[in-house]
T-cell receptor, first 113, second 111 residues
């Protein structure tokens, strides 16, 4: 049982380049999330989705776009990467029940030069 | 706007000692308070969680203490072991809504 899988694991971009991070979950979860983790800042929510075809902004959405075309996949896009987007990105998923137990992927380490 | 404040940022404890990490929240509507544990190179994983109708929850060596009037909760790790060395995040949410995470505490247990 794979759980939450993120690809790629590492990526280096030049300023202005674009890329898409892929998150896939095999637990039939309704909710999916994208976070960024920076030293001393904890986990900050970028965008999230409460179901297929729906997305919503989190705490730090600027510079990112997302899509949830299939229930099991949640894509995070950077249209024009900036050095401030250098971070570790985590995807998570959860059931729609009240406990809000989130299951995280292993992360994508992104450097923007 | 940091709704959940966590301290300390880093903590060093001797093997066998008690590790204590504290969190304070602002939103009185929060009704679910989990702690996540993250090892290097891995994603966070749920460790233990509590709801505000109880003041303490214990699972093995891990205990959450909850003070509703002070809007604070803490994680206690008894008999701390080197394998407990990790980053710990507290979080809070209202129902099934999105979690708000604290800043994280890097815990090191010296052998």
């Amino acid at each position: 049982n794979a759980g939450v899988t993120q690809t790629p694991k590492f990526r280096v971009l030049k300023t202005g380049q674009s890329m898409t991070l892929l998150c896939a979950q095999d637990m039939n979860h309704e909710y999916m999330y994208w976070y960024r983790q920076d030293p001393g800042m904890g986990l900050r929510l970028i965008h999230y989705s409460v179901g297929e075809g729906t997305t919503a902004k989190g705490e730090v959405p600027d510079g990112y776009n997302v899509s949830r075309l299939k229930k099991q996949n949640f894509l995070l896009g950077l249209e024009s990467a900036a050095p401030s987007q250098t971070s570790v990105y985590f995807c998570a998923s959860s059931y729609s029940g009240s406990k809000n137990i989130q299951y995280f992927g292993a992360g994508t380490r992104l450097s923007v030069l | 706007q940091q709704q959940v404040k966590q301290s300390p940022q880093s903590l060093i404890v001797q093997k066998g000692g008690i590790s204590i990490i504290n969190c304070a929240y602002e939103n009185t509507a929060f009704d679910y308070f989990p702690w996540y544990q993250q090892f290097p190179g891995k994603g966070p994983a749920l460790l233990i969680a509590i709801r505000p109708d109880v003041s303490e929850k214990k699972e093995g060596r891990f205990t959450i203490s909850f003070n509703k009037s002070a809007k604070q909760f803490s994680l206690h790790i008894m008999d701390s072991q080197p394998g407990d060395s990790a980053t710990y995040f507290c979080a809070a949410s209202k129902g099934a809504q999105k979690l708000v995470f604290g800043q994280g505490t890097r815990l090191t247990i010296n052998p």
